[in-house]
């Protein structure tokens, strides 16, 4: 590991690899460092993605899909089934990933570009000199060494110390972290191509649980619950070993895994002096279904674009990386994730009865694209009388 390069990347999830693919392809020197053992394991993930999403960055692979869906499902609190067919299917539908083997590509495709990689690298704290970040200090091979750059860029997931360590509140509210856990079940009765989504706030409360189809009788199924829901005897495992029970007796558990998911707003701001923040760290996944791969990369890009136009500028303060910040909150998913904050602040408010009403009155939609705002906009056409209700909503979704 050399003393200085130009962007240092701290974290190799999506977003990190993203990010330092993109700025050595950019021609900068890159250092991304990650400190768990091996890329992409464990897998803190339901490892969904939207098919055009995925697209905007690459081609899906074979060698890194589980299960390619065409439909999905969403089970009410008294059972009743909305089935969203493959017609209707945006990008709520598409891949579930193999994150064990995609995150490794991702992280193969940023050192083909000319990144340094390190595993097992730790940073335990920022470096800055007149509150500007200009490195971090990293335990690597049983040594703690400093490492500078011109900039650094966070991507150090949803537990993110880095951006703290240099001053950045990100604290998120309890409310509004999802606490989470998924077993990998096999041997089990599921239809390989279709995602399901039982809501309900007996069964998740301010959550919902989800089965991601990982091959033929494979899934992944999980559950995330409000952190301020959760308690001794009722945390997200025992709501999930109570479904797991009711619906896949038979299953095998093959993989437990815990994690949290931000469904909070994104960070105030996402640059600093030398600091740019990115994917989970600037708490950009999307409030309604915590998803966030898609996300961290398209951050990832953006952060690593503006960083090497800030370096040819020879400007790497706060007020020239801002660009970063204005721009992604200018996207669609920036647009959206502000959107469904709102909408998911209204839903957490219901409770099953007021679910049921709302799906039943959308039973027999025939959406020709499936999307959160368009299943919300069917929602509101289809209940004027809850218009009082819906209308902070309205508002949201145009
Ligand atoms: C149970 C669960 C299910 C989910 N399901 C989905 C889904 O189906 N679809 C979807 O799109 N999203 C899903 N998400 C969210 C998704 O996993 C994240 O949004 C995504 O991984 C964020 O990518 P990232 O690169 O920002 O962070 P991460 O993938 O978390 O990567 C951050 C990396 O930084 C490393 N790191 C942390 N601190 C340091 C440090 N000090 N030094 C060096 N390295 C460090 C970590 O080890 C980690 O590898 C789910 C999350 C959970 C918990």
Redesign the pocket.
């Known amino acids: 590991m050399k003393n200085q390069y130009d962007v240092l990347v701290?974290?190799?999830?999506?977003?990190?690899?993203?990010a330092a693919r993109t700025a050595a392809e950019a021609g900068l020197s890159v250092c991304m460092?990650?400190?768990?053992p091996a890329?992409g394991t464990p897998v803190?993930?339901?490892?969904?993605?939207g098919e055009e999403l995925l697209r905007e960055f690459m081609e899906p692979d074979p060698k890194w899909i589980s299960s390619k869906i065409d439909g999905a499902r969403i089970v009410a609190p008294d059972g009743a089934i909305l089935d969203l067919k493959p017609e209707m299917a945006g990008n709520e539908v598409g891949y579930?990933l193999d994150?064990k083997v995609f995150?490794r590509e991702l992280v193969w495709q940023a050192a083909k570009a000319g990144a340094d990689i390190f595993v097992k690298?730790?940073?335990?704290d920022a470096i800055t000199e007149n509150e500007t970040v200009v490195g971090?200090r990293?335990e690597y091979n049983g040594c703690t060494q400093d490492v500078r750059a011109r900039i650094v860029i966070a991507?150090?997931?949803?537990?993110?110390?880095?951006s703290r360590w240099c001053g950045i509140d990100t604290t998120v509210p309890l409310r509004e972290l999802?606490t989470?856990?998924?077993y990998v079940l096999s041997d089990i009765d599921i239809d390989p191509h279709k995602t399901v989504f039982y809501l309900g706030c007996t069964i998740a409360p301010e959550g919902y649980i989800?089965v991601?189809p990982k091959g033929e009788r494979t899934a992944?199924v999980?559950i995330?619950i409000s952190g301020r829901k959760s308690g001794e005897g009722h945390r997200a495992r025992d709501y999930l070993d109570r479904f797991v029970a009711e619906h896949f007796p038979e299953g095998k558990v093959t993989e437990l895994?815990?994690?949290?998911?931000p469904v909070c707003r994104p960070l105030a701001s996402t640059v600093a002096d030398g600091l740019m923040i990115?994917?989970?760290?600037?708490r950009?996944?999307?409030p309604i279904?915590?998803?966030?791969?898609?996300?961290?990369?398209l951050?990832?890009k953006i952060a690593a674009d503006v960083a090497a136009e800030c370096i040819a500028r020879n400007d790497t303060s706060g007020t020239a990386l801002a660009k970063y910040d204005t721009l992604w909150r200018e996207t669609r998913m920036g647009k959206a994730i502000k959107r469904n904050h709102g909408i998911k602040e209204f839903f957490i408010t219901l409770d099953d009865k007021k679910l049921n009403d709302l799906l039943s009155s959308i039973r027999n939609i025939n959406l020709e694209e499936f999307s959160t705002l368009t299943l919300i906009r069917e929602l509101i056409r289809k209940n004027p009388k809850l218009i009082l209700e819906l209308r902070e909503l309205q508002k949201l979704v145009g």
């Open positions: 701290i974290g190799g999830g999506p977003g990190g690899a993203m460092i990650e400190k768990r890329i803190r993930c339901a490892e969904g993605i579930i994150r995150d690298a730790r940073a335990v971090a990293i991507a150090d997931g949803v537990e993110s110390k880095f999802e989470c856990a998924q989800w991601f992944n999980g995330g895994i815990v994690g949290g998911v990115i994917g989970d760290a600037a950009v996944s999307d279904t915590g998803g966030g791969i898609y996300n961290a990369m951050t990832g």
